[in-house]
């Protein structure tokens, strides 16, 4: 938000969870070979209409013949290729426009093992189990992986009924109800943060539902990052010193996150980096200041946004490669509460 059109936003938003889904008989013939039948043969039933598609497989309803409902994932065929091709790609792409060519690659190697991570589906079948140990509760929900029903390819879980957050708000409920369920949001990020050990990282209106009876629903456990601790700590430490507004601090922290290079009071380019970061810390800071915050309002989103238009930055990354996803989860955050 902020650098691209509100209108492709919000069209790129809903294909996080409604891009076109594949054909049935693909659907039948992927289940049979990773199952071992058809889908009349394995489940009690199975809606051959998927309920949900994005970047690398859709979801079908279902039933197990023992009456549990289920959500059943399905890759697309020759995911992993086409990340392969599509990350080299980028990569010659990106390597056109950018000064440091090193940096760039620590940046793309992170994103292309993330995505890659994403295609086994055994691995994100024990992110599910561990999530579902550590977080749901009477507030919080997130499935059960069906481990006998899973393989790389094909995830089975438990199915949750809710809404997604565009329909939710279709729905006009009142601001206690939006409050409520902004605060779980908020909850739920933070005590990952201070459990400080796997961390959800697909913020997206698509991984999250609001459930009939007032749950927040957490879904997609594909994205999970364990951020290392040097990382992790000093990343934690940017918003104190932000609300504090210790600059000497502040200077110290992004020399160590490689936000800087050299010293910004003499070289004009590092403080131009400087300001701006600074500035921006202090605006993403703003909502720890008090006990309550609106991020209903419209000038903090502007706000924002302005930051993404005007980044001083030129072709050289800037960085730890380590914020490439905690700022996907943290601004994620943001933007699904504004």
């Known amino acids: 938000q902020g650098l691209l059109p509100s209108e492709f936003s919000e069209v790129m938003t809903q294909a996080q969870y409604n891009a076109p889904p594949i054909n049935r008989s693909l659907v039948r013939s992927i289940i049979r070979r990773e199952l071992g039948g058809y889908p009349e043969q394995v489940f009690k039933s199975f809606d051959s209409e998927a309920m949900a598609a994005a970047s690398i497989g859709q979801v079908h309803r279902a039933v197990l013949k023992d009456g549990r409902k289920v959500a059943v994932k399905i890759q697309y065929p020759g995911v992993r290729d086409t990340i392969a091709s599509d990350v080299a790609l980028a990569r010659s792409l990106f390597k056109q426009i950018v000064s440091n060519g090193f940096k760039l690659d620590e940046y793309i190697e992170e994103v292309k093992s993330t995505l890659l991570e994403e295609t086994d589906y055994t691995k994100e079948g024990e992110h599910i189990q561990r999530f579902h140990e550590r977080f749901s509760n009477h507030d919080v929900i997130t499935p059960e992986w069906i481990e006998e029903y899973s393989t790389e390819q094909v995830l089975t879980m438990t199915f949750i009924e809710g809404v997604h957050l565009k329909e939710f708000l279709e729905q006009d409920p009142e601001d206690e109800e939006r409050d409520r369920f902004g605060q779980l949001l908020w909850d739920f ?78 070289h004009k380019k590092e403080n131009e980096i400087y300001e701006f970061c600074k500035n921006y810390g202090y605006t993403f800071a703003l909502p720890y200041v008090e006990d309550r915050f609106d991020f209903g309002d419209p000038e903090y989103r502007e706000l924002i946004a302005g930051y993404t238009r005007n980044a001083p930055f030129t072709n050289e990354p800037r960085g730890s490669k380590h914020f490439i996803y905690t700022t996907r989860v943290h601004l994620g955050l943001y933007h699904l509460l504004m």
């Open 189 to 266: 990020f933070h005590r990952q943060i201070e459990e400080r050990d796997e961390v959800h990282a697909d913020t997206h209106p698509g991984n999250f539902l609001f459930t009939p009876d007032g749950k927040l629903g957490v879904l997609d456990f594909g994205c999970v990052k364990k951020f290392p601790e040097s990382f992790f700590m000093n990343y934690l430490r940017l918003l104190p010193v932000h609300l504090g507004r210790n600059e000497e601090k502040i200077k110290q922290l992004y020399f160590k996150l490689d936000v800087l290079r050299k010293d910004p009071e003499t």
